[in-house]
């Protein structure tokens, strides 16, 4: 059991701490913990449109931030959202600091061992890009290349070539890069690929939904081929502070969103091509 | 500083230090080529097309240039010293800003997003760096003390802080105090534990300038205080920390500025403080360096605030002494 804590009275409850060491967590304590406070706390990346960011009025906003409020509303609570790195949401050990993430996480074996998926909400493709003036025009062409992609995510775990997910449909690892640069987010990648082609890298891999955005927005950047792969996205929550209580209270949630079309008028919503055609990412491929 | 009583010529007023010059900038401009700039259209009378004005067209701008630059020095040099300070800022900040408009910047963006720049992220740098300057002047003044003590555990327990807490990268230490306190059951938010780690990293270089400064008083203050039969705590108050203030108030002053600067280390813990959002807001519309120039000044203003008062204490100290 953790318990949360301010600055002002921490050594008493620093004590406390110390002494409740020990205790083993209770089945059903997050989710009467989210109940009691009527609060959903639940961790998004903040820099990654259209899935999550925030807008003018300085509120989150966004596919993820849509599909969070929608829980929370089932579940009768209010949301709230944090929005740590992504390297801290995935390596788990939350303690409470925030009850899940709607994130767009694809569920992994790694991280199966922190953390657990009750539910798959939607799909998406992953793709590569390189600079409109790039020489490359295959995947292979990328072979040995620089490659950009996000820290600890599996677009750099496939280029790893150590990508385990879960339920996912069978892939090839079609691009062997020389370099992989892993950065913070996909825009600090972009950022540098806009530079020109080889100059910081000579391409990156994301998913393409945030790739169509870019481009939308008048980055010099093209898909190159076709997918590399599709990913299930799921909820995640903390197996160390597991509670099957709230992961069936998700599940159940999900499923609801799913039979009645709610998911797939959000992922409409916001996931658009580039002749304004919206894209249902929420069937199983 | 001392105030030489020996008056050379300027040097800029010596023919050949001004040639000198003249060939050493003109071979620096020459070295770099402008051609391609907005210098090289506004001489295209004389050069004609930019592109295709070769060597000739080279020498020519960085000419211009050389010529502009040293004839500015020269005329600067007139002046009185006041003046001269004012226009050599005057003209470095417009380079600055010449620097920032090359980017080819949307202010109606930087317009619709400053309000929440300010409203949230500067409100939340200010308060954490005020927070954690208050935590860490209480530290340094008990590590000041514990370190000249006599106290063996005194004295281990303070210098094994300082050593440790002035070993780590102060982002290391964030890291630490958010990811590992609690696994020891000790669960902390994101804004205490940025913080503690800035509290606890500042608290132990102040605890350092704290102690360099009593020490700087003269043993013979101690023992002239103890001959009159005052007491340890009254002596500290009253005789040795008023000595000691001056002399203790210019560093610290630099690590409150240096603080308010290192509190946009606490953005990798999602806190939405100024240079968060300097990060965030623009990538919507990926319009990253509008926000990291608006941080920037904003920053920079801060500090320039926090010189002028750094300033007027160490005034006020001054005059007493």
Redesign the interface.
Same mark, same amino acid.
């Given at each position: 059991m953790s318990i949360k804590l301010g600055f002002t009275n921490s050594s008493i409850a620093f004590a406390v701490a110390l002494l409740s060491l020990n205790m083993t967590v209770q089945a059903g304590v997050v989710y009467d913990y989210i109940k009691s406070n009527n609060e959903l706390m639940i961790a998004t990346d903040a820099n990654w449109a259209p899935y999550s960011y925030i807008n003018d009025a300085g509120e989150m906003e966004g596919f993820d931030v849509d599909v969070a409020k929608e829980i929370a509303k089932r579940m009768g609570v209010e949301a709230r959202f944090i929005t740590p790195s992504w390297d801290i949401i995935t390596s788990g050990n939350w303690n409470m600091r925030w009850d899940v993430s709607v994130g767009s996480m694809t569920p992994t074996e790694t991280r199966s061992e922190v953390l657990n998926f009750p539910a798959v909400y939607y799909y998406t493709p992953a793709a590569f890009a390189v600079h409109t003036d790039s020489p490359v025009t295959t995947l292979a062409g990328l072979n040995g290349k620089n490659i950009c992609s996000t820290t600890a995510s599996t677009w750099e775990m496939y280029l790893q070539g150590n990508l385990d997910m879960l339920d996912a449909p069978a892939f090839k690892y079609r691009v062997t890069p020389g370099t992989i640069t892993s950065l913070v987010d996909g825009s600090a990648c972009l950022d540098d690929t806009r530079l020109g082609a080889g100059i910081r890298n000579d391409g990156i891999i994301d998913s393409v939904p945030f790739i169509q955005n870019a481009i939308e927005n008048g980055y010099p950047i093209r898909f190159l081929g076709e997918n590399a792969f599709f990913e299930p996205l799921s909820v995640a929550t903390d197996k160390g502070n597991d509670d099957p209580e709230l992961d069936a209270e998700i599940a159940r949630i999900i499923a609801q969103m799913k039979s009645d079309y709610t998911l797939t008028t959000l992922s409409m919503k916001w996931f658009k091509n580039a002749d304004g055609s919206s894209n249902d990412y929420t069937n199983s491929y | 500083m001392f105030v030489d009583t020996v008056i050379e010529d300027k040097s800029l007023h010596k023919p050949a230090f001004l040639l000198g010059l003249s060939v050493a900038v003109l071979i620096f401009f020459f070295a770099f080529n402008f051609t391609d700039t907005v210098f090289g259209e506004l001489l295209s009378p004389v050069i004609g097309n930019p592109k295709e004005s070769g060597f000739f067209g080279r020498l020519v701008v960085s000419f211009v240039l050389s010529a502009i630059f040293v004839l500015n020095l020269f005329a600067i040099s007139f002046a009185r010293l006041r003046v001269q300070i004012f226009i050599v800022w005057i003209e470095l900040f417009l380079l600055f800003l010449a620097f920032a408009f090359s980017f080819d910047l949307k202010f109606s963006f930087i317009q /619709?997003?400053i309000g929440?720049m300010v /409203?949230?992220g500067l409100f939340t740098t200010i308060y954490i760096s005020a927070v954690s300057i208050v935590i860490a002047t209480a530290i340094a003044i008990v590590g000041a003390i514990a370190k000249l003590s006599n106290n063996g555990f005194a004295y281990a327990i303070a210098s094994f802080y300082t050593s440790l807490f002035r070993g780590l990268p102060l982002l290391l230490q964030v890291y630490l105090i %958010?990811?590992g306190l609690? +696994?020891?059951? $000790?669960?902390? !938010? =994101?804004i205490?534990s940025g913080? =503690?780690a800035l509290s606890l990293c500042y608290g132990a270089y102040m605890t350092e300038i704290f102690r360099a400064g009593i020490q700087s008083i003269p043993k013979g203050q101690w023992e002239a205080s103890r001959a009159l039969g005052f007491r340890f705590s009254l002596i500290l108050r009253k005789i040795i920390l008023p000595q000691a203030i001056p002399i203790i108030v210019p560093p610290t002053g630099n690590q409150f500025i240096a603080m308010l600067k290192d509190s946009s280390l606490v953005s990798?813990?999602?806190i939405?403080e100024l240079m %968060?959002?300097a990060?965030?807001?623009g +990538?919507? !519309? $990926?319009r990253?360096m509008e926000m990291l120039l608006t941080a920037a000044m904003i920053y920079w203003g801060l500090t320039i605030i926090l010189e002028m008062i750094q300033a007027r204490i160490e005034r006020k100290y001054q005059q007493k002494t």
């Amino acid at each position: 059991m953790s318990i949360k804590l301010g600055f002002t009275n921490s050594s008493i409850a620093f004590a406390v701490a110390l002494l409740s060491l020990n205790m083993t967590v209770q089945a059903g304590v997050v989710y009467d913990y989210i109940k009691s406070n009527n609060e959903l706390m639940i961790a998004t990346d903040a820099n990654w449109a259209p899935y999550s960011y925030i807008n003018d009025a300085g509120e989150m906003e966004g596919f993820d931030v849509d599909v969070a409020k929608e829980i929370a509303k089932r579940m009768g609570v209010e949301a709230r959202f944090i929005t740590p790195s992504w390297d801290i949401i995935t390596s788990g050990n939350w303690n409470m600091r925030w009850d899940v993430s709607v994130g767009s996480m694809t569920p992994t074996e790694t991280r199966s061992e922190v953390l657990n998926f009750p539910a798959v909400y939607y799909y998406t493709p992953a793709a590569f890009a390189v600079h409109t003036d790039s020489p490359v025009t295959t995947l292979a062409g990328l072979n040995g290349k620089n490659i950009c992609s996000t820290t600890a995510s599996t677009w750099e775990m496939y280029l790893q070539g150590n990508l385990d997910m879960l339920d996912a449909p069978a892939f090839k690892y079609r691009v062997t890069p020389g370099t992989i640069t892993s950065l913070v987010d996909g825009s600090a990648c972009l950022d540098d690929t806009r530079l020109g082609a080889g100059i910081r890298n000579d391409g990156i891999i994301d998913s393409v939904p945030f790739i169509q955005n870019a481009i939308e927005n008048g980055y010099p950047i093209r898909f190159l081929g076709e997918n590399a792969f599709f990913e299930p996205l799921s909820v995640a929550t903390d197996k160390g502070n597991d509670d099957p209580e709230l992961d069936a209270e998700i599940a159940r949630i999900i499923a609801q969103m799913k039979s009645d079309y709610t998911l797939t008028t959000l992922s409409m919503k916001w996931f658009k091509n580039a002749d304004g055609s919206s894209n249902d990412y929420t069937n199983s491929y | 500083m001392f105030v030489d009583t020996v008056i050379e010529d300027k040097s800029l007023h010596k023919p050949a230090f001004l040639l000198g010059l003249s060939v050493a900038v003109l071979i620096f401009f020459f070295a770099f080529n402008f051609t391609d700039t907005v210098f090289g259209e506004l001489l295209s009378p004389v050069i004609g097309n930019p592109k295709e004005s070769g060597f000739f067209g080279r020498l020519v701008v960085s000419f211009v240039l050389s010529a502009i630059f040293v004839l500015n020095l020269f005329a600067i040099s007139f002046a009185r010293l006041r003046v001269q300070i004012f226009i050599v800022w005057i003209e470095l900040f417009l380079l600055f800003l010449a620097f920032a408009f090359s980017f080819d910047l949307k202010f109606s963006f930087i317009q /619709s997003k400053i309000g929440l720049m300010v /409203s949230k992220g500067l409100f939340t740098t200010i308060y954490i760096s005020a927070v954690s300057i208050v935590i860490a002047t209480a530290i340094a003044i008990v590590g000041a003390i514990a370190k000249l003590s006599n106290n063996g555990f005194a004295y281990a327990i303070a210098s094994f802080y300082t050593s440790l807490f002035r070993g780590l990268p102060l982002l290391l230490q964030v890291y630490l105090i %958010y990811k590992g306190l609690p +696994q020891l059951g $000790f669960m902390v !938010d =994101a804004i205490p534990s940025g913080i =503690a780690a800035l509290s606890l990293c500042y608290g132990a270089y102040m605890t350092e300038i704290f102690r360099a400064g009593i020490q700087s008083i003269p043993k013979g203050q101690w023992e002239a205080s103890r001959a009159l039969g005052f007491r340890f705590s009254l002596i500290l108050r009253k005789i040795i920390l008023p000595q000691a203030i001056p002399i203790i108030v210019p560093p610290t002053g630099n690590q409150f500025i240096a603080m308010l600067k290192d509190s946009s280390l606490v953005s990798v813990l999602g806190i939405w403080e100024l240079m %968060y959002m300097a990060k965030t807001l623009g +990538q919507r !519309d $990926f319009r990253h360096m509008e926000m990291l120039l608006t941080a920037a000044m904003i920053y920079w203003g801060l500090t320039i605030i926090l010189e002028m008062i750094q300033a007027r204490i160490e005034r006020k100290y001054q005059q007493k002494t």
